[in-house]
Each structure stands twice: as structure tokens, then as C-alpha cells.
């Protein structure tokens, strides 16, 4: 558990979990930043987005930051995340998946909850651009189910001093039956048509540019209609796109609750008790953590939410906590 002065407390009239989670979404202020765009081209030809924000130093701690399903460098955790980080002097780098940074990727393959390849890319080339900065890392959600998942693979190389995961689904599988219950499902409405939206948009473009091949790929996905699971998605989408056998398969092989035992990197993991996309029989035991691993578990906050101070007036719980545990880490001797 949190020591106290760690301790989240919910708004006066936000203590409901899915108040907590539609907070963002719906009701936040945009945060408006500056910053900079960067192409990050891939081996296989295709591409990820960077969007920086913060000093242009080459000494200045630098932050990687993962957004979750079908969200981007501009959700609001993301850029309320980078704007923190500038306050206190910090450079930061938000990472757009394949195809979320409002423009089709170029292959048929898709972002998903496993694709620490991917992350992988990105820390070698923000290694390589600052090599004199400290480097950290933080993943919302999807974003910090793939961190862990890297965090685990790469054990000591990681090339990370340290990272923070918020709302993680663990468990893939068993958050895809928690999504299917009760007023979850109407994330899981909204997931669904977010991420057929991702898939036509991408056939299109590929029918626009007449990547004949991309598109056969495409369509032997077969009619996208019917689909109401993420059981249904992953199945017949995620996973063939992908190279896993099917749905239990993705989620068996890019579950990050198989991976903690094997970070190497010291790692803050801040979940709610009460995260409406995940049972509390998904979160790990404590025999399942590695000793690098510092394991937040706040009885409220929602998914991605831990809104606080009042309606009125909201605090951004995360936008405090992640800042300072870095900072206090970079402090630490190497």
C-alpha cells in the first residue's frame, strides 16, 4: 500500500470509479503545449511518431511517454505528463503507436499490447540522440502493459534508469472478460469502434495509395461487421495482423503479469483497486515482483484517472506523483 503522503484521494463527488475514468476524456481542459514532431522511421519501413516537448539539452533528463488504446500524444494524461515534466526543467518525448498520430500506417500490421519491438526502436533512437541524458520511461494502460513487457525481456539492458506504469492491464485475457461486464461495456462500445475506425481508415488510404498488397492483407481479415468483443477483435484482427495464433495466444505471449519477475529496471507501478477494466484476482501477488519493482495499489482513481483537489478546482494526482518518484530517482547515484 501507499505510505500516506503517497496516498490518493479522490475529488468530493468523484469517488465513483467511472466518474474517475470519464474525468479525462470528457470534462478535462485541453492542455495546450509546444512541440516538436519527429518521424522515427522503423526496419520494416514503417514509421512512429514523436512529439517533444520540454529543453532542448543535451543533459536534461528526457521522459518517453506511452499513451493507451486507441489515445495518442495528445490525450490528456500525455500532454498534462509532459507539461509537469517541463515545469520541473525535464525534456519528454510522447510516443505515437503505428497509426495513432492521425495518419494510416504504412504496413498492415497494427499497434497492439505486446508490440515492445516497437518500444524498443524508439529507446535506441532517443539513446542515441541524447546519449548524455538520463532516460525514463512511463506507460499508461496499453502503453504500460508494453513498457513492462520490455522492462522484463531486456532485464538489465533495458537502457532505462527508470520507468512508471499506471493502470495496467496485466492480464489481457481476463481484462477482455472485465471490459464485457456491466457499465464496462460501454468502454468496450467505444473501444470497438475506435479500432474498426483504425482498420477502415487504413483501407482506405492503402485503396488511395494502391498498396495492392497491404490491402489484400487487409481484406482477407474478412467482413468487420459483428464485432463486439475484444475476444471478437483480437481473434479475427489483432492477431493475424500480428503473427499470433489467435486471441488467447496475444494475450498468453503480451500479458506483461509473465514479465515482472525479470525487470531489472527500477520501476514504479501505481493501479487502482477500483480500475473498471481489470479484476482484482489480474493484479500480481507480490512473490510475482521483482525487487526493482515498487507496487502502488490505491483503493480508488479509476482507469488512468486519480483525479483530485474538487470539481471545481481538480488536481491531477499522476501529474504530481510520476514527476517527483522520477525526480527523486534521478537523484539517486548510478
Same mark, same amino acid.
Given at each position: 500500500m501507499?505510505?500516506?503522503?503517497?496516498?490518493?484521494t479522490?475529488?468530493?463527488?468523484?469517488? #465513483? &470509479?467511472h466518474?474517475q475514468?470519464l474525468?479525462?476524456?470528457? *470534462?478535462r481542459?485541453?492542455?495546450?503545449?509546444?512541440?516538436q514532431?519527429e518521424?522515427?522511421?522503423?526496419?520494416?519501413g $514503417?514509421?512512429?511518431d514523436?512529439?517533444?516537448?520540454? &529543453?532542448?539539452s543535451?543533459t =536534461?533528463?528526457? %521522459?518517453?511517454v506511452? !499513451?493507451g488504446l486507441?489515445?495518442?500524444s495528445?490525450? &490528456?494524461?500525455?500532454?498534462?505528463?509532459?507539461?509537469?515534466?517541463? #515545469?520541473?526543467?525535464w525534456?519528454?518525448?510522447a510516443?505515437? *503507436?503505428?497509426?495513432?498520430?492521425?495518419? &494510416? #500506417?504504412l504496413?498492415?500490421r497494427?499497434y !497492439?499490447s505486446?508490440?515492445?519491438e516497437?518500444?524498443?526502436?524508439a529507446?535506441?533512437h532517443l539513446?542515441?540522440?541524447?546519449p548524455?541524458?538520463p532516460?525514463? /520511461?512511463v506507460?499508461?494502460?496499453?502503453?504500460?502493459n508494453?513498457?513492462?513487457?520490455?522492462?522484463g525481456?531486456?532485464?538489465?539492458?533495458?537502457?532505462? @534508469?527508470? /520507468?512508471?506504469?499506471?493502470?495496467?492491464p496485466?492480464?489481457?485475457?481476463q481484462? =477482455?472478460?472485465?471490459?464485457?461486464?456491466?457499465?464496462?461495456?460501454v468502454?468496450?462500445?467505444? +473501444?470497438?469502434?475506435?479500432?474498426?475506425?483504425?482498420i477502415? $481508415?487504413? @483501407?482506405?488510404? +492503402?485503396?488511395? $495509395?494502391?498498396? !495492392?498488397e497491404?490491402?489484400?492483407v487487409?481484406?482477407?481479415?474478412g467482413p468487420?461487421e459483428?464485432m463486439?468483443?475484444?475476444?471478437?477483435?483480437?481473434?479475427? %484482427?489483432? =492477431?493475424?495482423l500480428?503473427?499470433?495464433a489467435?486471441a @488467447?495466444d496475444y494475450?498468453?505471449?503480451?500479458s506483461?503479469?509473465?514479465?515482472?519477475?525479470?525487470i531489472?529496471? @527500477?520501476?514504479?507501478i501505481?493501479?487502482?483497486a477500483?480500475?473498471p477494466f %481489470?479484476?482484482?484476482?489480474?493484479?500480481?501477488e507480490a512473490?510475482?515482483?521483482?525487487?526493482?519493482?515498487?507496487?502502488e495499489?490505491q483503493?480508488?482513481?479509476?482507469?488512468?484517472? +486519480?483525479?483530485?483537489?474538487? %470539481?471545481?478546482t481538480?488536481g491531477?494526482?499522476?501529474?504530481?506523483r510520476?514527476?517527483q518518484?522520477?525526480s527523486?530517482?534521478?537523484?539517486?547515484?548510478?
Open positions: 501507499p505510505t500516506p503522503s503517497d496516498r490518493f479522490p475529488a468530493f463527488g468523484l469517488g #465513483n &470509479p466518474l475514468t474525468w479525462g476524456p470528457l *470534462w481542459k485541453t492542455t495546450h503545449l509546444e512541440r514532431r518521424r522515427l522511421w522503423l526496419d520494416d $514503417d514509421f512512429l514523436l512529439d517533444w516537448h520540454g &529543453p532542448h543535451a =536534461a533528463p528526457l %521522459v518517453l506511452l !499513451h486507441t489515445g495518442s495528445n490525450s &490528456p494524461y500525455v500532454a498534462g505528463l509532459q507539461k509537469a515534466l517541463a #515545469n520541473q526543467g525534456a519528454s518525448a510516443l505515437n *503507436w503505428r497509426g495513432c498520430s492521425g495518419e &494510416p #500506417n504496413l498492415p497494427s !497492439h505486446g508490440a515492445s516497437d518500444l524498443a526502436a529507446i535506441d539513446r542515441s540522440k541524447r548524455l541524458a532516460l525514463f /520511461a506507460g499508461y494502460s496499453l502503453g504500460g508494453v513498457l513492462l513487457k520490455h522492462l525481456e531486456s532485464g538489465s539492458a533495458s537502457q532505462l @534508469q527508470g /520507468a512508471v506504469a499506471v493502470s495496467v496485466f492480464r489481457l485475457d481484462c =477482455a472478460d472485465r471490459i464485457g461486464q456491466g457499465f464496462s461495456k468502454y468496450q462500445a467505444h +473501444f470497438m469502434r475506435e479500432m474498426l475506425a483504425y477502415k $481508415d487504413k @483501407q482506405r488510404q +492503402f485503396q488511395h $495509395d494502391g498498396r !495492392h497491404g490491402l489484400a487487409l481484406e482477407r481479415l468487420l459483428k463486439r468483443t475484444f475476444w471478437d477483435f483480437d481473434g479475427r %484482427v489483432t =492477431a493475424p500480428n503473427g499470433f489467435d @488467447q494475450y498468453r505471449r503480451a506483461s503479469r509473465y514479465f515482472l519477475g525479470e531489472r529496471t @527500477q520501476t514504479l501505481i493501479q487502482a477500483d480500475d %481489470v479484476f482484482p484476482h489480474s493484479l500480481p512473490r510475482e515482483l521483482s525487487g526493482s519493482i515498487h507496487f495499489l483503493a480508488k482513481g479509476g482507469h488512468v484517472g +486519480f483525479v483530485d483537489g474538487s %470539481v471545481k481538480p491531477y494526482y499522476l501529474e504530481r510520476i514527476p518518484w522520477l527523486d530517482l534521478g537523484d539517486e547515484p548510478r
